[in-house]
């Protein structure tokens, strides 16, 4: 089992950016895949991407060019930039250890859900 501590969500204001913090109970090197997901209010849990062991990246399509994620290897933590962000963008994120698949959408997420951070986007 790998716990996984979400952090630095926030109120801000459209146009604003976030960076979110996944801090992970062993080394990432060896999780195959992290994830990064949200899910506003009403909605189902949608995946942002993801990165793999090797630090490859994919995006959801709403994801691309605004959201991006890398990590620290040396503290085990996954961030994820948020830039220019949106009401729509309002959300709560979680980070996910999974697996990675062949093709073009390769996440496969685990079962460890840690209790996620608030983003919240205002007009």
């Known amino acids: 089992q790998v716990q996984v501590v979400e952090s630095g969500g926030g109120l801000v204001q459209a146009g604003e950016s976030l960076r979110l913090s996944c801090a992970v109970s062993?080394?990432?090197?060896?999780?195959?895949?992290m994830g990064w997901f949200r899910q506003a209010p009403g909605k189902q849990r949608e995946l942002v991407g993801a990165?793999?062991?090797?630090?490859?990246?994919m995006y959801a399509d709403f994801a691309k060019g605004r959201f991006t994620i890398f990590r620290d290897t040396g503290n085990n933590t996954l961030y994820l930039q948020v830039d220019s962000l949106k009401p729509e963008d309002t959300a709560v994120y979680y980070c996910?250890?999974?697996?990675?698949?062949?093709?073009?959408?390769?996440?496969?997420?685990?079962?460890?859900w840690g209790q996620g951070t608030q983003v919240t986007v205002s007009s």
């Open positions: 996910n250890p999974g697996w990675s698949r062949g093709g073009s959408n390769w996440f496969v997420p685990g079962s460890d």
């Open positions: 062993r080394s990432i090197l060896h999780i195959n895949a």
């Open positions: 990165m793999n062991s090797f630090g490859r990246t």
